[in-house]
Structure formats: C-alpha cells, structure tokens
C-alpha cells in the first residue's frame, strides 16, 4: 500500500490531547472486551527462544527480529511476532475451562514491514484466546465471536463521542460476513485490498472468512500460517475455513481498514492438512506441533486486535505514526507533515 495523503486532511485532536484520549480508548476496549468474552489478563512474553514453534509465522516469509542470549549460551531468542500459539499453549498450562479464556498485551517488531499508514515496525495489540469444545468448531460459533467483539468496538466508539462529540460514530449497527470466494466472484477484476475497499464501503464493517486456504483462482486471498488458524476445514456457508479478518471502512482514507486477525484454531487433523498444503510437514516436529497432534493443547479460538489501528480509526486519524511513537523514513515525515499530518 502507497502512503495515502487525505486532501485537505484536518485532525480531530491535538496531539496532547490525542495522548488523553489513547488511554481512555484502551483502558475502554480491554475491560468490554474481556467481560464480554470472559478473558482474564495475563502476563505475556517479548520474546521467545527460537526452534520451539511457539513464534507466530505470519505468512511464512517475515524474518523475526533475533539475538544471541549471552546467558544461555548464545541460544537465539526471537522477538515473537504474534502470541497467536503462545498463547494456546498458556491455556493448557492454566488449565482454563471452555468459555474461559485470556488476553494481554503484545508488543511486537516487524522488521520487514513496508511503512505507510496502516503499517509500522512497532505493533501493538490485544492477543485473546478462549478454550472452546469440539462441539464450538463451527461457522454459527465463529461468527457469535465476532459479533461480541464488534459490540465491543462500536461502544467503545460512543464513548469516544460522549468525550468528544464532535468526533459522530461511523461503524454500522451490524457487521456484514461474507466469505473470500464470495468477494472474488463479485469483484474477479480487483486485487484482494480492491475487494476488500469496495465490500467495507458498500457494508461499513465486514468479516471477511477463509483467510489462508485457496480460492477457485488456486490462489488464497492472504497469507495465513498454517499452524494457528483452521483455513482449511469446509463449513456450513458451503466453503472452507473457520478464520478471517474484521475489516472496517475507513472514511479518511477511503479504504478497507483491518482491525483484527481471528479465528478458531487448528485441530490436530486440519494442522496435519494445513502442513501439507502449504508443504512444511517438517514443523511436526517442533515442541508446539508435537503437543498439538498429541492432543495435549486445548481446542480453541483467538485472535489479535490491533490497539494503535483502533486508536487511529476511533479518532479519525490519517496515519498510525499520530498515535504511537515508532520511526519513519525521513521522506515519509516530510510528506506527511506537509498534508497536516503531525507524527508522534
């Protein structure tokens, strides 16, 4: 994505100001987030030792920040990129019953991200996972998960406006679901971001389900590793994949606007099919994966909800860089600052 300079871009808040209303935006979200999905905070690793499965892929090609542990010697840790399976093997350790889950802070850094609005090394998140039964791994169940979250976000919304009132709500009473073979057979012509704009500015606020596993093009609509979520498995809209992503629309920048990654998560049977689709059986063998298939780990659900996205769209911000504080190429500062975009 090229950086997006809104014409005649006017922000909605000072950057003091802007820092106020950070915080009520995060300490708001959090507490209805977890009363409504029932999540308890824990305390949540930087880093993880390499070779162990437990970092999060991404999709298989992000290179993970690493160093040598003078301590240990010399064995390699990683700055992890998502708790995605950290934090299912958490729930197994704290033996959390289903309907019980838990949440908590990452902090990540994304060396290899391409910098623009929505992008940046630093990424800040919410990482939620919930203990589900084999009975919960279905389509009705994911989309009930989504629903509360969404709740979530459009009443952390009006508290925004209750603050700040002349910052009006945008999000739709409802979120639309709609799956990614569906997209493309409305919109063969687009790129997946095309698809994605013109589906979040036609509903306001869509889940987008089956992230990962590929379409009739033979192609998946983005890249999902293939350890965490179930991309695989048919479900009941007559396609596959118990994921996706919530995709807002966003007014400022006249785009689709990613604001959480989900879903629920891999069975022994789908990991094995997962693996060999995308041909790296070879992760079998690390500790995570042999728990997994041992059937050692939980059943769950999870997924990641981006704390700076959802202060940026909440307050109707351009660029990510007006509310938190990361590096930018010295350019990208100079364009930004000439549209009236002050980087913090």
């Not at 995605?84 to 309907?99: H, M």
């Not at 350890?227 to 689709?256: A, C, F, M």
């Not at 298939?293 to 999870?302: K, Q």
Request: charge should be negative; hydrophobic fraction near 40%.
């Amino acid at each position: 994505m090229a950086l997006i300079l809104p014409e005649r871009y006017k922000r909605k808040l000072l950057p003091e100001t802007t820092e106020v209303a950070i915080k009520m935006i995060k300490d708001e979200f959090q507490k209805r987030l977890a009363e409504s999905l029932c999540l308890r905070r824990v305390t949540a690793p930087l880093f993880v030792m390499s070779g162990t499965g437990l970092n999060d892929d991404l999709n298989g090609v992000e290179r993970a920040v690493a160093f040598p542990v003078k301590a240990m010697g010399d064995r390699r840790a990683e700055v992890v990129h998502s708790l995605a399976k950290w934090k299912r093997a958490k729930l197994g350790a704290y033996d959390i019953a289903p309907g019980f889950g838990l949440y908590t802070d990452m902090n990540a850094i994304r060396a290899d991200e391409d910098l623009d609005n929505l992008h940046s090394l630093y990424v800040d998140q919410w990482d939620w996972e919930r203990t589900i039964t084999p009975a919960d791994r279905n389509l009705d169940f994911l989309k009930q998960m989504v629903e509360k979250i969404y709740e979530a976000l459009r009443q952390t919304e009006l508290t925004v406006y209750h603050r700040f009132p002349h910052i009006t709500p945008r999000l739709p009473e409802k979120i639309t679901f709609i799956h990614a073979e569906e997209l493309l057979q409305q919109y063969p012509n687009l790129t997946p971001t095309e698809r994605e704009t013109e589906a979040a500015r036609r509903y306001g606020a869509i889940f987008l389900i089956g992230i990962g596993g590929k379409l009739s093009t033979g192609e998946p609509h983005d890249g999902r590793a293939p350890d965490y979520d179930d991309w695989i498995t048919p479900n009941s809209d007559g396609y596959k994949g118990l994921n996706g992503d919530i995709i807002l629309y966003d007014s400022v920048l006249d785009r689709s606007f990613e604001i959480s990654s989900m879903g629920i998560r891999v069975s022994p049977e789908s990991l094995r099919e997962q693996l060999a689709e995308r041909g790296c059986e070879e992760r079998a063998g690390l500790a995570f994966h042999k728990a997994l298939l041992a059937g050692e780990l939980p059943l769950s659900i999870g997924g990641g909800i981006g704390q700076s996205r959802l202060c940026m769209f909440l307050l109707q911000k351009a660029h990510i860089g007006e509310v938190q504080a990361s590096i930018w190429p010295e350019e990208q500062i100079k364009q930004c600052r000439e549209a009236g975009i002050e980087l913090l």
